[in-house]
């Protein structure tokens, strides 16, 4: 059983002794409170006797308290429906955290992709400029061989032409031996 708590307080210029559960400063905040509220009912009417102020007071703490208990209600009801779809919301958290799960998942299968083929890339652009300085060493082999063949060419076709040369002179040798023998038959004959 709780402990009844009596508290003194001046509503309307008069002294009241309150006897309740609740602390002293909440029972002397609700006294301010109406004392408040038939203050602010005599200073619209001056004529209103206390009785009159305190009962005009009193319907329009009854009309606050009755809007807040309709907005209570209608905040009840509210508050219902999130509560009522607690259980299929908390089932589709579960199922989007599966999803992000396999997302994630997958995401990282991706990353160690992209990091795979990044390495592979790299192995391939330094085999391509591996073989960017072959094709460059090889041109210039070939360049080179293109040049010897040149010169060789030149030089068959100079041997050619001295070639030619020498079987002129040679013909013209075998001609001249060919007519001395010739004479030389004919002398002797």
Not at 46 to 67: E, G, R, V
Not at 135 to 151: A, D, G, S, V, W
Request: hydrophobic share 35%.
């Amino acid at each position: 059983m709780t402990k009844k708590i009596k508290t003194s307080v001046t509503i309307d210029g008069r002294n009241f002794t309150v006897v309740g559960e609740g602390s002293v400063e909440y029972v002397r905040e609700l006294a301010s409170f109406v004392d408040k509220k038939i203050k602010e009912m005599t200073s619209k009417n001056d004529k209103l006797s206390s009785s009159m102020a305190a009962t005009l007071a009193a319907l329009n703490i009854a009309h606050d308290l009755y809007k807040s208990n309709k907005e209570l209600d209608s905040l009840k009801v509210e508050a219902k429906k999130p509560l009522e779809n607690y259980d299929s919301i908390l089932e589709q958290l579960e199922k989007e955290r599966a999803k992000n799960d396999e997302l994630e998942i997958k995401c990282n299968a991706l990353k160690d992709e992209v990091i795979e083929s990044k390495k592979q890339n790299e192995l391939l652009m330094r085999e391509v400029e591996n073989y960017r300085k072959a094709l460059q060493i090889k041109e210039r082999e070939l360049m080179e061989n293109q040049t010897l063949i040149k010169k060789l060419q030149d030089k068959i076709y100079e041997n050619q032409v001295e070639l030619i040369e020498v079987k002129k002179e040679l013909e013209e040798v075998l001609k001249t031996i060919d007519e001395e023998k010739n004479l030389f038959n004919k002398e002797e004959v």
